[in-house]
């Protein structure tokens, strides 16, 4: 089945600094990859999202991009805020005929120092 | 926004015994699903449904676990003999039926403490 593995798995940057969290994942059907954003004791919450027929995309200060030669994708947060301290999980899904089956890495807990 | 809405939050129960998780997915959407979270660690998917039928479980939806939508809006998660193992945040989630890889939209949680 689908691995993903997600690094790092924390990540301390100072406000208005970049921040850039990697995964891979081992499934060459996959092609759907979500982040998602968990604040503590809530739950996740879709961020952005990029199919496997495109490299990159952007919204505001997030952006992903993927390598699907590698199996890599990354998600890159620019002008940090304190508000996107959280958890951080990538995400791919099965491929195929499966429907929503997600596979998460592990998280990253970034802290955005004011 | 519409939501998926989840109850209990939280529900602390003895090893053994039988516990049922609720959700109310959003209302024009046909694929249900149930993940969990173990305290700290990443989400795990558990179950997916579509069409009144398991579509895909995990290894981890084992013969002491059922999912059921009783009526056109509910659809729940039963644990027959509960374990301290089965001690997690449950999220339950749905999409639409377009969205063959689409947003998953995942309710508040269902905190479960097995004793």
């Known amino acids: 089945g689908e691995n993903v593995e997600q690094h790092p798995s924390t990540l301390s940057v100072q406000e208005g600094d970049s921040a850039v969290i990697k995964c891979t994942y081992s499934d060459s059907a996959s092609n759907y990859f979500p982040w998602y954003k968990q604040e503590l004791g809530k739950r996740p919450q879709l961020i952005i999202d990029?199919?496997?027929?495109?490299g990159e995309k952007k919204d505001q200060r997030i952006a992903v991009t993927l390598n699907k030669t590698a199996k890599h994708f990354s998600l890159h947060i620019t002008e940090t805020q304190p508000e996107d301290s959280a958890v951080y999980f990538c995400?791919?899904?099965?491929?195929?005929?499966?429907?929503?089956?997600?596979?998460f890495g592990q998280g990253t807990i970034l802290t955005v120092h004011p | 926004e519409p939501e998926v809405t989840q109850t209990p939050s939280h529900q602390v129960t003895q090893m053994g015994q039988e516990v049922i998780l609720r959700c109310v997915p959003i209302s024009n959407h046909l694929y249900f699903y149930w993940y969990r979270q173990i305290l700290g660690q990443k989400v795990e998917f558990l179950v997916s449904?579509?069409?009144?039928?398991?579509?895909?479980k995990s290894e981890i939806f084992d013969d002491q676990f059922s999912v059921e939508r009783p009526d056109g809006s509910n659809f729940t998660l039963k644990i027959r003999s509960t374990k301290l193992e089965d001690s997690a945040m449950y999220f339950c989630?749905?999409?639409?039926?377009?969205?063959?890889?689409?947003?998953?939209?995942f309710g508040e949680g269902s905190r479960l403490t097995v004793l």
């Open positions: 449904f579509y069409n009144n039928e398991i579509s895909e």
């Open positions: 989630a749905s999409s639409e039926q377009r969205a063959r890889t689409g947003e998953l939209f």
């Open positions: 995400a791919a899904n099965a491929g195929g005929t499966s429907y929503g089956k997600l596979t």
């Open positions: 990029i199919r496997s027929n495109v």
